[in-house]
């Protein structure tokens, strides 16, 4: 679970404890009954079989999420993949499970692992994402617009052209239909 790191790499023992760290504690904080979180969990990824090894009486969320953290960091690369699926979805809720009572315990939680998945590269900023696809979609409508002023020029400069009644009267009026995007419409 390293930043950027290649399917067949071992993850990175310091960063995956503190992103690990950051996600129990949501696990804890974020969430107050274990359905919904093993609810996340499976959706996921996480067989259910795995969250039903250690769901066991006396065993809390926190141990419940450990383990299953555990079992897939140390698992293949199919393992890490999960992993990082379930991180990324702890680090993308926008606010605890209605359930929490200390809802500003787990807001704090959440902010905590989006910060150190971000700084870690293991996620993106969702602000900063937001802000470049915003920017990317103002780049299209401004060449869209550009080809359109583009388009829009260079017919103007041929209606112009037809319009000098110094040449065939009606050379120019066939001309024009060509270029009358839609005579193409009506003559079909």
């Not at 990824?45 to 140390?74: C, E, H, Q, T």
């Not at 990082?84 to 926008?94: D, G, P």
């Amino acid at each position: 679970m390293r930043r950027h790191q290649s399917e067949d790499e071992p993850s990175d023992g310091r960063d995956t404890a503190e992103v690990i760290e950051a996600a129990l504690t949501v696990c804890g904080s974020a969430f107050h009954l274990k359905q919904p979180l093993k609810a996340l969990f499976v959706a996921k990824g996480v067989p259910a079989s795995m969250w039903g090894r250690y769901d066991v009486a006396g065993n809390s969320k926190y141990v419940i999420a450990r383990n299953v953290f555990m079992d897939l960091d140390g698992r293949s690369a199919e393992g890490r993949r999960i992993l990082l699926a379930v991180i990324t979805e702890l680090a993308n809720l926008t606010k605890p499970h209605p359930s929490v009572e200390d809802k500003s315990v787990g807001r704090a939680a959440l902010a905590e692992l989006r910060e150190v998945t971000t700084a870690l590269r293991i996620l993106q900023d969702p602000d900063a994402i937001r802000r470049s696809e915003r920017a990317q979609r103002q780049q299209q409508v401004a060449e869209a617009r550009d080809r359109r002023g583009m388009e829009l020029s260079s017919l103007s400069r041929r209606v112009s052209d037809l319009s000098n009644p110094s040449s065939n009267a009606q050379a120019r009026g066939y001309e024009l239909e060509r270029v009358s995007p839609t005579s193409s419409q009506h003559s079909r």
